[in-house]
């Protein structure tokens, strides 16, 4: 188990590069196996969650070849069983779309079950919705395995109850070898749900809408080879967008779409930040203390949920009383009790946190809840006074490629050390006092 280490009051100055997105790779590697030639996918993030599916992919029976690490080649002709089992599942999540892959190849799957999450329940209702409408029998059988299967698969009119990313991708995924037309209204309109569309149209699926709240697909009989790279991750780096405004930083952000980053960019300009947006990068200026404002999370292109503790711990260090409305998810202001031990005044009121900006944080040892507010704790202890460490960082890592080396190499001193390392602990305190 390891640990991150942090001397805070250091500002990010410098040049980072973004990775791939992770919850667009997900999707993508998923249906990658739906062809029997091979997909070459590039700029994949080197994270802990995509290395867990491709193993995931590997176990059914396909020939996975990792030629670097942002590089993958998967040719599903040799899939030997359509059984994902609970090991990949309780990793990650996102082994779910294997369920949609398989399904739309083979008319059946087998996939062990998600388990909720620090941030919610999190159920698939509207994945089973779809699958159903589609002409699939989908059961829970024992051991928590949702076993679907389809005699003949046939397009459908889906109307999601709820706006869910990965319900849109799921059914996206089967509906792509469906019999005749399917339309799903209400999806989700992400990214990467483009960057999955585009990627099975790539293959010779026929996907239209990807991107508005209405998608229409047509089936095809079958789907073929592709060489496909991967959008920038508007998660990674809308994180360290905040993460030069927390530090008074300048940092150039490469390799991004600024346009996914648009409602980031709207925040950080109406606190006092200076944005500047070229076209595969922005440029993140803070050098005065920031001024407070409200958020509300709403699916794409609201301000994602997926910054929501990041916004908030940038916001416990500004002028003033801010307020963060989370309404996607109904539990995830897990993190508020840690910053709070770093001297943040936070008060959480159901799906509302209140926020008094306070003058500083002070370094303590605190835990990652999950992924994305362990990036935000990431960013209270670069501000915080003292030092920090921080466990539990392998939910960062699940979604975030090299994130000390990054920050260090902005100027954080941050180190990642193996836990109750004290010999180590003591060796960083000595180099950064
Ligand atoms: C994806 O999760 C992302 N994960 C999440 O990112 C992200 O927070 C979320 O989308 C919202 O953008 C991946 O892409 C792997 P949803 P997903 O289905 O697909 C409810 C990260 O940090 N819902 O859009 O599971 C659900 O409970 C992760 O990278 C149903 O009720 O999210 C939630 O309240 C965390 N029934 C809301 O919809 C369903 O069948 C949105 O969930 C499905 C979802």
């Known amino acids: 188990m390891d640990q ?9 100055v410098g040049e980072v590069v973004i990775e791939g997105a992770k919850n ?27 290395n867990v599916l491709l193993e995931a992919i590997q176990g059914i029976g396909a020939i996975v070849d990792r030629i670097d690490s942002h590089k993958v080649r998967i040719n599903g002709a040799t ?3 359509v059984y994902v089992d609970y090991e990949y599942i309780k990793k990650i999540r996102g082994s779910y779309y294997l ?30 919705k779809g699958f159903e409408a589609l002409g699939a029998v989908v059961k829970i059988e024992h051991g928590g395995i949702i076993n679907a299967r389809a005699d003949e698969l ?3 009119h889906i109307y999601l109850d709820v706006v869910s990313v990965g319900a849109t991708i799921n059914i996206m995924l089967v509906a792509s070898r469906a019999k005749g037309k399917t339309i799903i209204e209400n999806a989700a309109k992400e990214p990467h749900i483009v960057d999955v569309a585009n990627f099975l149209n790539s293959m010779g699926a026929n996907i239209k809408g990807a991107g508005t709240d209405v998608i229409r697909i047509k089936g095809v009989d079958s789907l073929h080879g592709s060489d496909y790279s991967i959008i920038p991750d508007q998660i990674e780096a809308g994180t360290f967008m905040l993460a030069a405004a927390a530090t008074k930083g300048d940092v150039l952000i490469k390799n991004v779409i600024p346009k996914h980053l648009d409602a980031i960019t709207a925040k950080l300009v109406e ?35 997926d910054m929501q503790p990041q916004i908030a711990t940038l916001l416990a260090l500004s002028e003033g009383t801010s307020v963060v409305t989370e309404s996607i998810f109904e ?40 992924l994305r507010a362990g990036a935000a704790l990431v960013i209270a202890g670069l501000v915080a006074e003292g030092v920090t460490i921080l466990d539990q960082i392998e939910y960062i890592e699940r979604g975030y490629e090299r994130f000390h080396e990054k920050l260090a190499s902005l100027g954080a001193s941050m180190e990642k050390i193996n836990i109750n390392d004290e010999r180590a602990i003591k060796k960083f305190k000595l180099r950064v006092s």
């Open 331 to 370: 539990n995830r202001f897990k993190y508020v009790d840690e910053l709070a031990r770093m001297g943040a005044d936070i008060k959480v009121e159901g799906n509302m946190a209140v926020i008094n900006g306070v003058e500083k944080l002070m370094g303590a040892a605190v835990s990652s809840p999950d």
């Open 24 to 50: 667009a790779a997900l999707g993508i590697l998923a249906g990658a196996i739906m062809a029997d030639e091979p997909v070459l996918i590039e700029n994949i993030p080197d994270v802990n969650d995509v």
């Open 154 to 156: 046939v397009g459908n």
């Open 271 to 305: 606190i006092g930040c200076e944005v500047e947006e070229f076209d595969d990068a922005v440029r993140v200026v803070a050098k005065k203390r920031l001024g407070h404002t409200n958020v509300k999370t709403l699916p794409y292109p609201g301000f994602p949920t």
């Open 99 to 128: 369920l949609g892959a398989l399904l739309g190849k083979f008319k059946e799957a087998q996939v062990a079950l998600p388990g909720g999450c620090n941030i919610g329940s999190r159920p698939i209702d509207q994945h089973k």
């Open 4 to 12: 991150y280490i942090i001397m805070g009051g250091k500002p990010l």
């Open 79 to 81: 899939i030997n069983s």
